[in-house]
């Protein structure tokens, strides 16, 4: 449809009800410049948690089905909220939950994938000047179970919604006005980024800034769809991300992330033996666990070192699995390090420029940052390190890199 936006509203842009007030106030606005509308809302802030822990306490691995029927509810919340904050303005709208609007997804509790999108109430809703509110994070299966699709999926919610609808933009609405050069929480000196190609977003996305969920730019990626991050709190010019041809300058590196969510499992002194390594991860795999970054030592007396990263939810179930395994291996010991940070350097200009590496490792060594484990992609490079070092890490990188500049 042309004339069309899709707005998401993230939690802490609906933490309470002046920030209800202030959110329709800003969807008002953009109805009065003329064009047509079509929200997206998360649970208020802290509530998706509240309710986490509630399951937490009842059962410790919750029912997955029962799991999301819970967590999914604080949407639901909000879009009505949300609703009554426009009626209020004399402005017809009405609220809708996945299952009201045939939001489709797979069967995979916790981080289902949307599969489809019936569209045809939403446009009837627009053509009569209804401005829906739609559930953020939601879906139904197959059988008509709720689904939920992962932490901080109302950003999916919203840019699939843009792409079914062919709406003009989608507009991510937060508490930072934009994507900035690292974590603005995190480094005082982060600058904002003006605008950014699908291809780098997706790596800051899936390397830790949670600003925008990764599933969300690869839509918006693959479908093209331009996505915009706004703050709710006040009328900056946000980030535009887009595709790399729109005439963007592509700095060595655009972006420093850093995780605080995984763990590391060491196996020590395991056989040295071809097909070690499939015979070590298969079984973390198929227990639908995935592994991050992955280091092999060099063996010596017929025996070796294997290392492992994965996110700190799954650490403890990974450990069991290996502990079950090196009774089968013929040997081998264990360690479970949870306080390990991922510091990511990325940029698509690394691509024509060699070098970047040494500075970073240069960056961190003179910092007396000591490097774990390395990875690295065509436009990225990752560094595992210690959990209380990954703020230094992050500074002295976004200085080294003169990204405030
Ligand atoms: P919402 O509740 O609106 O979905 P999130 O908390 O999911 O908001 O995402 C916004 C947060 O993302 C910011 O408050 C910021 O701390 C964090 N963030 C991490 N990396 C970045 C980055 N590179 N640029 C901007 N924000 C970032
Ligand atoms: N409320 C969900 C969460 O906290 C989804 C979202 O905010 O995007 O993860
Ligand atoms: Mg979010």
Known sequence: MNNLIVQKYGGTSVANTERFQAVADLVVSSINSGVNVVVVVSAMAGETQRLINLAKELQE???????????????????????????????????????????????????????????????????????????????????????????????????????????DECQIFTDVDGVYTTDPNVYKKAKKIEKICFEEMLELSSLGAKVLQIRSV???????????????????????????????????????????????????????????????????????????????????DKLTDFTFTVKNEHSNKAAKILNDLVKTLGGGEIELVKDISKVSVVGVGMKSHAGVAARMFKALAEKQINIDMISTSEIKISVVVSKDKSKAAVTALHDEFELDK
């Open 61 to 167: 691995t919750p029912d997955p089905r029962e799991y999301d029927a819970l967590v999914s509810s604080g949407e639901q919340v909000s879009a009505a909220l949300l609703a009554l904050a426009l009626k209020e303005r004399n402005f017809l709208s009405k609220s809708y939950t996945a299952h009201q609007l045939g939001l489709k997804t797979d069967n995979s509790h916790g981080k289902a994938r949307i599969s489809s999108i019936d569209t045809d109430t939403l446009k009837k809703d627009i053509d009569s000047g209804i401005v829906p509110v739609v559930t953020g994070f939601q879906g139904v299966n197959a059988s008509g179970d709720i689904t939920t699709l992962g932490r901080g999926g109302s950003d999916t919610t919203a840019v699939a919604l843009a792409v079914a609808l062919k709406a």
């Open 218 to 300: 690869e839509f918006a990626s693959k479908y093209e769809m331009p996505v915009r991050v706004l703050s709710s709190f006040s009328s900056t010019g946000g980030t535009l991300i887009t595709n790399e041809e729109s005439g963007l300058e592509s700095a060595v590196i655009s972006g420093i992330t850093c995780t605080d969510d995984d763990s590391k499992l060491i196996l020590r002194n395991v056989p040295d033996t071809p097909g070690i390594a499939a015979k070590i991860l298969s079984p973390i795999s198929k227990a639908g666990i995935d592994i991050d970054v992955i280091v092999q030592n060099v063996g010596s």
